[in-house]
């Protein structure tokens, strides 16, 4: 099979009066039956569908050139058919290219990874991914954008798109089928990165952090109150909470950099966070995860409530209270007050084989 060729084009005039104002979500009118077709045939018209299938018989060896991206044409071909971003589904649209190659760069992707992307949406982030040679697995809810992204990239065989609830999606299945027929070292992984859906933001981090069998980094464009949430709070916060530990156990986070909201339409405020994860071998040392985080889970039950009270229905509070003790902490310790490797001592002391 000859490799696609990617013919370099050159990008359409910028409307200085986009993004439009855009209409209230209630008053959305429905989409015409053939709205999508006439989107597509925008796109193309705009120069911006992805990938130009032209094989080079003569030159096998032709290398894929770069296809860049015009976000604004991109989103008016879009906004002109009523799509405008859904705030059932936590959609925004980026309007910067660069920001997907910062995004791209945080994972280190190189030419024969696999990617997890979750929530396409235009396929611009999709778009770079393809660019440096990785395989994209998408994962897009909104049938419409799943469709629009399927049909952008179908000439080429390194990007598959599954209109799925990612929240109910099988990845470990997904993503084992697409590893397979590829060829891995064994130590090899493959990494997630995503411009998400911000409204399942915990979800996907719940999900994906405990992967570290089959990811090796999870690179995530946050909402910035949802990063700091998960990356950064502080011991004795009212935003220190079981995600903290949870985020801490399964990986290493590190922020990346934040995103000037005027690259975003609507303009959240963002955050690109990595999450180094650990393998099983990593993992703090307890008899059981469920049961340390069932144990975490109530600790944080009763806010403000003191340790001895709200994990009596492990152990009585006197074997709480000196299981505290032996930990360095006061008998009248609150969670917040504990970091990680001080919840797992107090674990493999109070917990009962």
Same mark, same amino acid.
């Given at each position: 099979?000859?490799?696609?060729?990617l013919h370099s084009l050159p990008p359409a005039p910028i409307d200085?009066?986009?993004?439009?104002?855009?209409?209230?979500?209630?008053?959305?009118?429905?989409?015409?039956?053939?709205?999508?077709?006439?989107?597509?045939?925008?796109?193309?018209?705009?120069?911006?569908?992805?990938?130009?299938?032209?094989?080079?018989?003569?030159?096998?060896?032709?290398?894929?050139?770069?296809?860049?991206?015009?976000?604004?044409?991109?989103?008016?071909?879009?906004?002109?058919?009523?799509?405008?971003?859904?705030?059932?589904?936590?959609?925004?649209?980026?309007?910067?290219?660069?920001?997907?190659?910062?995004?791209?760069?945080?994972?280190?992707?190189?030419? +024969?990874?696999?990617?997890?992307?979750? +929530?396409?949406?235009?396929?611009?982030?999709?778009?770079?991914?393809?660019?440096? +040679?990785?395989?994209?697995?998408?994962?897009?809810?909104?049938?419409?954008?799943?469709?629009?992204?399927?049909?952008?990239?179908?000439?080429?065989?390194?990007?598959?798109?599954?209109?799925?609830?990612?929240?109910?999606?099988?990845?470990?299945?997904?993503?084992?089928?697409?590893?397979?027929?590829?060829?891995?070292?064994?130590?090899?992984?493959?990494?997630?990165?995503?411009?998400?859906?911000?409204?399942?933001?915990?979800?996907?981090?719940?999900?994906?952090?405990?992967?570290?069998?089959?990811?090796?980094?999870?690179?995530l464009l946050l909402q910035e109150e949802a990063a700091l949430r998960?990356?950064?709070?502080?011991?004795?916060?009212?935003?220190?909470?079981?995600?903290?530990?949870?985020?801490?156990?399964?990986?290493?986070?590190?922020?990346?950099?934040?995103?000037?909201?005027?690259?975003?339409?609507?303009?959240?405020?963002?955050?690109?966070?990595?999450?180094?994860?650990?393998?099983?071998?990593?993992?703090?040392?307890?008899?059981?995860?469920?049961?340390?985080?069932?144990?975490?889970?109530?600790?944080?039950?009763?806010?403000?409530?003191?340790?001895?009270?709200?994990?009596?229905?492990?152990?009585?509070?006197?074997?709480?209270?000196?299981?505290?003790?032996?930990? +360095?902490?006061?008998?009248?310790?609150?969670?917040?007050?504990?970091?990680?490797?001080?919840?797992?001592?107090?674990?493999?002391?109070?917990?009962?084989?």
């Open positions: 099979m000859h490799p696609l060729v200085s009066s986009f993004p439009p104002t855009p209409k209230p979500y209630s008053t959305l009118s429905p989409l015409p039956h053939n709205s999508f077709a006439t989107t597509i045939r925008e796109l193309k018209t705009a120069k911006l569908h992805g990938f130009a299938a032209s094989a080079s018989p003569s030159n096998p060896k032709t290398k894929t050139q770069k296809q860049d991206d015009d976000y604004h044409t991109t989103l008016k071909a879009l906004n002109s058919k009523g799509r405008f971003p859904r705030r059932s589904l936590g959609q925004h649209y980026m309007l910067n290219g660069s920001i997907n190659e910062q995004l791209v760069g945080a994972a280190d992707v190189k030419e +024969g990874d696999v990617v997890l992307e979750i +929530g396409p949406g235009t396929g611009s982030l999709t778009n770079v991914l393809v660019n440096v +040679g990785a395989a994209v697995l998408a994962i897009e809810k909104d049938p419409y954008m799943a469709a629009l992204v399927r049909e952008r990239f179908a000439n080429t065989n390194r990007v598959k798109v599954l209109q799925e609830d990612f929240t109910r999606c099988h990845i470990r299945s997904h993503m084992s089928l697409i590893m397979e027929g590829r060829s891995f070292v064994e130590s090899q992984r493959a990494k997630v990165v995503a411009n998400i859906p911000f409204n399942i933001s915990t979800d996907v981090v719940k999900q994906l952090l405990p992967m570290g069998d089959m990811f090796s980094e999870v690179v998960l990356v950064d709070p502080s011991l004795r916060s009212s935003e220190y909470r079981p995600i903290n530990i949870f985020v801490n156990f399964y990986s290493d986070p590190e922020y990346k950099f934040k995103v000037p909201r005027t690259n975003f339409f609507p303009q959240p405020k963002a955050t690109v966070v990595a999450f180094r994860l650990k393998q099983a071998l990593d993992y703090p040392r307890v008899s059981s995860t469920k049961s340390f985080f069932s144990m975490v889970n109530s600790a944080f039950n009763g806010k403000r409530k003191m340790l001895r009270k709200t994990l009596q229905h492990i152990c009585p509070p006197t074997e709480i209270e000196a299981a505290l003790s032996e930990v +360095g902490f006061q008998t009248t310790s609150r969670p917040e007050e504990l970091a990680l490797e001080d919840f797992v001592k107090l674990h493999n002391l109070i917990s009962k084989p």
